[in-house]
């Protein structure tokens, strides 16, 4: 698994406008407010692996190093277990944890190998005492759908001695924005929930994303709660599940981004190796989680021009009175996969400076930033210092005489996110007369 890089909170603004870049800042949990179960308002981690799938066989072995990865970096934990523990507070044997999956579409499903990541470390809190039959794992299905939980790898011998259900027993009364629903009795009874949606769009208007919000429709009955707002967010923001929601962990293994929620999974040109974008995403944020796995959708689809669609009903989201989380990128802490560059060297030629690299893997680009203070954070406006940017490994600045000493740093940019910035090398004179 690749060095983690992370993109700061003011990162994301300058990509939405014109994919450039933005400051990176060292992240700590003083940073965030934390708001009812979401312990890391604004926090988000992005792990991808070329190695996760090939075809549509998944490794499990791969993806259990990813979720590891991730739980690590977001909580800053040494360990996965530790990581999990520090998510769930007054933890003991007696507590219940459920786990939402996302089956409708047996040909892109939740994961089981990514899920099997999260019980099998589960299990092993309190020192390897947690029961597993304190775990469920559930979906509702509507009827005419032809998928199951086994189907879809949830069989007893995945997750030997965890509750496994294809059913969302509701039997819990709760008032979402308009009507009165009834919550499934998994959620009700339990103490943590774990949200594990997948990336897809929706094909119908007024929905457009089955990502984490969407996933509760498979939480109630009747499963009429199609509509965002006030429904999908009210159900979000009440006690029984935004107290409860511990984790937004999206399925992105496989993934679609256009006629969705059904139908096979989709060849991604954002993800040339494997056309598939082989990821996930964590956050205890569902807000967080949300923009950014519709921000990924649109940049795929934007490709391809087709209709990008606004996320207003995330963003009222974060808002009164529903207050679920961070919707604005500007505030975002994110951490991904994709290495810093490296062995960055500056040297004098007769045209400027030529700044290079090391190639990065899965790189699409790298983004050239110099000031004349050493200690300089990259600017994401690309107003006073972006140079340039190159799909190569080096970049000559035609314009370095304008600053003596000059300072360079360099970051990889892949999909719609950053690396963390190479280290930084300097040059102090520019004989550009010789």
Request: glycine share 8%.
């Amino acid at each position: 698994m690749p060095s983690l890089g992370h993109v700061s909170r003011r990162d994301f603004m300058r990509q939405m406008a014109l994919a450039a870049t933005s400051t990176v800042l060292p992240w700590s949990p003083s940073h965030a407010t934390s708001r009812s179960g979401n312990i890391l308002p604004g926090r988000i981690g992005i792990i991808e692996d070329l190695n996760a799938s090939t075809g549509s066989t998944v490794n499990l072995n791969v993806v259990t190093q990813m979720v590891d990865t991730g739980l690590i970096e977001l909580t800053g934990n040494s360990d996965p277990v530790t990581a999990w523990e520090s998510l769930f507070p007054e933890l003991d044997a007696t507590k219940r944890i459920t786990i939402k999956v996302n089956i409708l579409n047996d040909l892109v499903p939740t994961r089981w190998e990514m899920v099997k990541g999260i019980t099998d470390r589960l299990v092993q809190m309190l020192g390897g005492t947690f029961p597993p039959g304190n775990i469920t794992i559930f979906d509702k299905v509507p009827s005419g759908f032809p998928s199951t939980m086994a189907g879809c790898g949830f069989t007893a011998g995945h997750f030997p001695g965890i509750v496994i259900s294809g059913e969302s027993n509701p039997d819990t009364e709760v008032w979402v924005g308009d009507t009165t629903l009834l919550l499934s009795s998994h959620i009700a009874t339990c103490d943590y929930f774990i949200n594990c949606p997948v990336l897809k769009d929706h094909h119908q208007a007024g929905k457009r994303w089955t990502l984490g919000f969407k996933n509760h429709i498979g939480s109630v009955s009747p499963m009429t709660c199609h509509s965002y707002e006030p429904r999908l967010l009210s159900l979000s923001a009440s006690p029984h599940l935004q107290n409860k929601t511990k984790l937004i962990i999206t399925s992105a293994i496989h993934a679609i981004f256009t006629n969705g929620p059904e139908g096979p999974a989709q060849g991604w040109s954002l993800f040339p190796e494997e056309s598939t974008p082989n990821l996930i995403m964590l956050s205890t944020d569902p807000v967080s989680s949300e923009h950014w796995g519709i921000h990924l959708i649109n940049q795929q689809r934007a490709i391809h021009n087709i209709t990008i669609y606004q996320d207003t009903y995330c963003q009222h989201a974060a808002e009164p009175p529903y207050n679920l989380g961070v919707y604005d990128f500007a505030a975002h802490d994110v951490f991904t996969s994709l290495p810093s560059p490296q062995n960055l060297s500056a040297s004098h030629t007769g045209l400027g400076t030529m700044v290079s690299w090391s190639p990065v893997a899965g790189a699409s680009k790298y983004i050239v930033f110099r000031s004349g203070d050493p200690y300089f954070a990259p600017d994401p406006w690309g107003g006073t210092n972006v140079i340039g940017e190159t799909t190569g490994t080096s970049y000559l600045d035609a314009d370095s005489a304008t600053e003596s000493p000059g300072y360079y740093i360099v970051r990889a940019f892949r999909a719609c996110w950053y690396s963390a910035d190479s280290a930084r090398v300097a040059v102090f004179s520019f004989p550009l007369d010789q």
